[in-house]
């Protein structure tokens, strides 16, 4: 779900959104810090270290934009960056970082159960997409955005979906997918 890839595929190179997956709309990274964490706000990372996803993830490309947000100097922050979400929490449990930052919601919820906080989350970013090339028309686009639509809706459309493991797909406004970009900085 390089949702970060779509988005420039969309800016850049003239491809147009279809779809988005359910399920996968409000996508959001936390940043977890451990209970006795005397942080208390991203302004709070200036100069500390911090784990994240691979560097070139949707979740890392979200880390970035919040920390800009808060006007933390990205320049300032230690980050380490890990192929596995749930390794980020290893990082905070063991003082390899200060926070960690996941979007991943097992590993978020399994933070929460152990007594471990949430220090503050980024926008939520659809990140499961189907984008049509610029050589689709707009009819085409549209009834491939139907058909989409309405697969969870019979019998045989959910069996379709089974192998994907995706719950179906929902409309999603371009002009604000384009506005998640410009924020992603993209």
């Not at 709070?44 to 994240?52: N, Q």
């Not at 970082?97 to 933070?111: E, F, P, R």
């Not at 139907?146 to 999603?172: H, I, M, W």
């Amino acid at each position: 779900h390089p949702a970060h890839v779509s988005i420039a595929a969309i800016k850049n190179n003239g491809y147009r959104l279809v779809a988005v997956a359910k399920g996968f709309e409000k996508y959001q990274a936390n940043f977890l810090v451990r209970a006795d964490s005397p942080l208390k706000s991203l302004a709070d990372l200036d100069g500390k270290r911090l784990g994240a996803p691979d560097e070139d993830s949707i979740t890392a490309w979200m880390v970035r934009a919040t920390l800009r947000d808060a006007r933390v100097d990205i320049n300032r922050v230690g980050m380490t960056y890990t192929r596995y979400q749930d390794a980020v929490p290893f990082f905070v449990d063991n003082a390899l970082t200060h926070a960690g930052a996941t979007a991943a919601a097992s590993v978020i919820k399994a933070w929460q159960d152990k007594g471990g906080k949430v220090l503050a989350q980024s926008r939520q970013v659809p990140i499961k997409h189907v984008i049509a090339a610029p050589s689709l028309s707009a009819e085409q686009r549209a009834s491939l955005r139907d058909y989409l639509v309405a697969l969870d809706a019979s019998d045989e459309g959910r069996k379709r979906l089974e192998p994907s493991k995706l719950r179906g797909f929902a409309v999603y406004d371009e002009a604000a997918m384009m506005a998640l970009g410009q924020w992603l900085g993209l």
